[in-house]
Structures are given as C-alpha cells and as structure tokens.
C-alpha cells in the first residue's frame, strides 16, 4: 500500500477531490453542488496547492483546503490559515486519515509561516488538534413594529452596485478594526462577495454618498440580515433599522434578526427599538483557533495590546509579564504607552502560565483571565490580573458568515 499527501495537479484530480469532499458531508452529488464546490477552491485566498489530498494506492481518500485569510484583533493583524471542507471518504473513517491530513495541514501552515490558524468545526474533534473555541455566534431580534419606531429620515434607499464595493469596503473596514475579532476583506475578496450581495440595498445621503448597506432576506418566517455596513452616527443606523423593518414589513413578517457582533455600533443603536440579544457559545466546535507560529504571533499581538493598555490610562509603571505558553514565551514590558517585548524573562516579575488556545480565548475576548484562571494549563499570579483584565476584555467575537469557509 502506497500514501502520499500531496495536491490536485489535474481537473480530473480536482473532480475526484470535489466529489469525494460532497459525498464525506453526506450531500447528494449535483451539478449545483459540484459548481458550488468548485467556486470554494477557486475563491481569493485559495491556491491550487492548498486543497491537500490524501492518497492510498493512487485514490483520494482524505483532504483538506487551507484558506488564506488575514484575522485582525483590533490593531493587530495575523497571517491566517483556515482549514475548511475537512472530509474523509465515507468508506474509510476512523482508521486515523483524517488525522494523518489534520497533521499534515498543521505542519504545512507553519512550514507556511502562518501565525494562526481558524476553523469552523464541528463537535469534540479538533481539540486534538490544539483548537481552542475562541468565536461565538451573536444575533440581535427586533419585533417589525418595534423597529419600525426608528427615524428613517432622509436618506435614499437603492440597490448596491458594484462601483459601491470601494465605499462599502471603507466602512466596513473602520467599524471592523474596533471589532474584538475579524477578517480583513480584500477588494477582490468583496468582489467574489458581490454576486451573493446582488439582492444588497444601500442607504445614501442627498449627494449620493453611500452611509449604509445591508443584504436581507426571508428564512424561517423572519427577515434576516448577515451583512450591515454602516457610519457609526446614531441617524444613519435609526434609517438603516427603519428601512430593514419596512422591508420585512414588505415581505410579510413580524420580526428581523442581525447576526453580527454586539459590540458592533449597530448592535449597539438598537436596543432603543426593543432587541432581544442572543449570544451562543458552541460546545468545543463552531469558530476555533490555535497558534501555528509563536514568534511572528508574539510579534503582531504588541500594536493591539499596546493600544488596549494606552486606553486603560493605568497608573504606571506597569509591571512586566510573560506569557508562558507550550509553544513559547512571551515577556511583555511597558514603556510608558508602548507594549515592549522582553527577551529576558529574569528580569520578569510575574509569570502568567497559559496554553496557547487558551491565550486565543483571551486575545478574541471570548474569555476572560477570571474565568480561566486556575483551570488546568492557566495560573495567573494575583498582582497581575489588573493588567491581564486591560489586556484582554471580554467581548463578543463574532465573525461575519460571508468570510466564513
Ligand atoms: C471528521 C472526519 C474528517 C474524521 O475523519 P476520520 O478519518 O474518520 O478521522 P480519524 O480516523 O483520523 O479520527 C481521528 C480521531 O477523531 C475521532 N473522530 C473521528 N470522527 C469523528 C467525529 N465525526 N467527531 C468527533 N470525533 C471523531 C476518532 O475517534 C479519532 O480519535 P482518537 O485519535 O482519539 O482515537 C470524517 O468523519 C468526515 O469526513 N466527516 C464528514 C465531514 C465533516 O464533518 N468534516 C468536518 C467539518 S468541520
């Protein structure tokens, strides 16, 4: 018996692995569904090498496709790899295949460089492979009558046009940059969006600058919106709900539900109009992270942390803290606003021992140093828990579905 792990070098190849990545999620093989397929493997981020494919005596039985991303925390941004449509053939599971290609990505993505990677996976499997659950999945319900109490005031209402895509980005980026954990969106990554945003509205002001957009649409008897992009100013947000509610009025439903973070400034605006909140917590699946490499992580993590600590205005001198995890060390000095990183741990005075998925728990803000502090893998020294609080808030990372993979 032969294995290799290698990449499709031929469309036939690519076929077979597009065939048996349908039949492994136990979807019927359509043209659709093949077409759907084919679109993944070609979209922005992707790279013909990075479908790995598992053969045994010349027949794919296993893959995996790495998804090249940029994940952002504030003001740091991380070379990302995601790994998504993870299948084995149906005929061959639970003789270690998928965990010879989980290995094999791991070791790819850090030969790669990568500083960490992300997953949407399912239950009780990828803890084995150092993921920890650092995403959650957030929504905001209105009733249409409540919301249809926001001021819709005088902006218009339009479709979305391609030429859109640059404004669109624009506010998009600078709500997303103050969002606890988020993908950078590449203009060719919002033009491999714009198909799926076709039933897209905008809002503009009189001189038709774009202030807001959004993509809706009926599910389940409620209007739901996954995309919102819009100013952070409270009358641009009153109109954006306004108008959402006069379309779910149009289609014939009593209520509309935003999936996005509750941090985001929308999220924010509309308890005003009765929301009820919903935050779901996925038992050891959905969003999860780990980091591949540590050195370049420790490195991108300094501009965020430095940022969090410059708004915390705490009394200084702050004390010195390194981060020990099992893939490295990492010893944090403050020098008035900025967040040094410190080669010599003898000069530091208290340690902080955390596991690195644990340490993309606090990074994301999915959990607290409070609640993790004392677990197995996490002891946090008393004196310093005041910083380790500035440093890493908890939050809401939720990450939008249209940059999901
Ligand atoms: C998930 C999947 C890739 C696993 O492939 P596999 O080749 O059977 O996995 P392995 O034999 O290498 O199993 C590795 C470990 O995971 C466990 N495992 C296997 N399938 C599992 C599953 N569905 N859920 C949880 N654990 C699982 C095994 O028991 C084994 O545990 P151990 O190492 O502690 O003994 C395969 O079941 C599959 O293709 N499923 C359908 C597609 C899918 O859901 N993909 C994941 C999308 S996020």
Redesign the pocket.
């Known amino acids: 018996m032969t294995s290799e792990i290698t990449f499709p070098q031929t469309e036939a190849e690519l076929a077979e692995t597009v065939r048996m990545t349908t039949l492994?999620?136990?979807r019927q093989v359509t043209p659709e569904l093949m077409a759907g397929f084919w679109a993944d493997v070609r979209r922005p981020g992707c790279r013909p090498e990075h479908q790995r494919i598992l053969k045994v005596d010349g027949r794919i039985v296993?893959g995996a496709l790495i998804v090249e991303k940029e994940l952002r925390f504030g003001g740091s941004v991380f070379r990302c790899a995601g790994i998504?449509?993870?299948?084995?053939?149906?005929d061959?599971?639970?003789?270690?295949?998928?965990?010879?290609?989980?290995e094999h990505c791991l070791e790819y993505m850090t030969d790669q460089g990568y500083a960490v990677s992300v997953?949407?996976?399912?239950?009780?499997?990828?803890h084995?492979f150092g993921y920890r659950p650092a995403g959650c999945e957030s929504s905001l319900t209105l009733t249409v009558p409540d919301a249809l109490h926001a001021e819709a005031g005088a902006l218009s209402v339009g479709p979305l046009r391609r030429d859109d895509l640059p404004a669109a980005a624009r506010l998009h980026a600078r709500t997303d940059a103050a969002l606890p954990m988020t993908f950078v969106r590449s203009t060719a990554y919002w033009q491999h969006l714009f198909p799926r945003f076709r039933t897209a509205r905008t809002l503009r002001e009189g001189g038709g600058k774009l202030v807001a957009a959004w993509h809706g649409e009926v599910a389940d008897g409620v209007y739901v919106v996954r995309q919102v992009v819009s100013q952070p100013k409270a009358p641009v947000m009153s109109s954006l709900l306004a108008h959402c509610a006069r379309a779910a009025k149009r289609a014939g439903v009593e209520k509309l539900r935003f999936h996005l973070s509750l941090d985001h400034p929308f999220a924010r605006h509309c308890p005003e109009y009765g929301a009820e909140a919903s935050v779901r917590y996925p038992r050891n699946s959905g969003c999860m992270l780990r980091v591949l490499n540590f050195r370049s992580f420790a490195r991108k993590l300094l501009p965020e942390l430095s940022a969090r600590v410059v708004a915390a205005s705490l009394e200084k001198p702050l004390p010195s803290l390194t981060l020990a995890t099992d893939l490295g060390q990492l010893g944090l000095g403050f020098d008035g606003d900025t967040t040094l990183l410190e080669d010599s741990p003898a000069s530091i005075s208290s340690r902080v021992r955390v596991d690195q998925g644990r340490l993309c728990q606090l990074l994301s803000g999915y959990r607290s140093i409070d609640d993790l502090s004392g677990l197995p893998g996490v002891t946090a020294p008393t004196a310093a828990l005041p910083l380790l609080r500035v440093l890493f808030p908890q939050r809401c990372p939720y990450l939008w579905q249209a940059d999901r993979f």
């Open positions: 492994a999620f136990r296993a998504g449509d993870v299948a084995t053939d149906p061959c599971r639970l003789r270690g295949l998928g965990r010879q290609m989980m997953l949407f996976g399912i239950t009780d499997y990828y084995k």
